[in-house]
Nanobody
């Protein structure tokens, strides 16, 4: 069984920064891909950023230059450094991963709330 646990959300003023973490645990053989998604109030869930096992990253246009995704492969922890935050970044941020145990499966975390407000 695999668990993804996000942390690091909170309330921040516009222009501020936060770093989200997503810790993967369980009978993990390898992690193929990890992503961050978000769902704002009254909005559909949207892709934010991803990193694969080779370290290749990809970002949604609306976070390019502001957010950085990274991963500690030794600890199986995914990060999202968020700078220059805007009120429209307010959302629940979810971690998603494709992880190989005895088989490959997709997993979601429970989400962490980010609120950008003065």
């Amino acid at each position: 069984q695999v668990q993804l646990v996000e942390s690091g959300g909170g309330l921040v003023q516009p222009g501020g920064s936060l770093r989200l973490s997503c810790a993967a645990s369980g009978s993990i053989v390898s992690i193929n891909l990890m992503r961050w998604y978000r769902r704002g109030p009254g909005k559909q869930r949207e892709f934010v950023a991803e990193i694969n096992s080779g370290g290749t990253t990809n970002y949604a246009d609306f976070v390019k230059g502001r957010f950085t995704i990274s991963m500690d492969n030794a600890k199986n922890i995914l990060y999202l450094q968020m700078n220059s935050l805007k009120p429209e970044d307010s959302a629940v941020y979810y971690c998603y991963a494709v992880i190989r145990t005895s088989y490959s499966g997709a997993y979601w975390g429970q989400g962490t709330q980010v609120t950008v407000s003065s």
